[in-house]
């Protein structure tokens, strides 16, 4: 008696253990289809995706080359007679100045 009810036993664990497997591999199942259909997978690019990938133009605009061209050299000596303005705001009244530093 003793080792009929012992097998039953081992039956029922058995049984037990198919059924919580089972939904256990259920329960994966369901959690896989939902995930990938909740998925946004666009293939769609954002607005200014296409106009900042395309290629550079190869014409070379020579209009910003003259005005490179064109500018002043200063030497040291002029740049230490240059004057240098300062916008300082007093900290009582709020209001602002422009200091002239001197070189």
Known sequence: M?????SLQIHAYKNYLLIVLGLLSAIVVVW??????????????????????ST?????????????????????DQLQAFPINVIVTDEFTKQKMILRIDP
């Open 2 to 6: 003793s080792n009929t009810h012992h």
């Open 32 to 53: 896989i289809v939902v995930t990938l259909f909740t998925t946004n997978s666009s293939a769609e690019l954002p607005k200014g995706a296409t106009t900042a990938a």
């Open 56 to 76: 550079l133009s190869p014409v070379l605009d020579t209009s910003s080359l003259e005005k490179i061209a064109q500018k002043q050299y200063i030497n040291p």
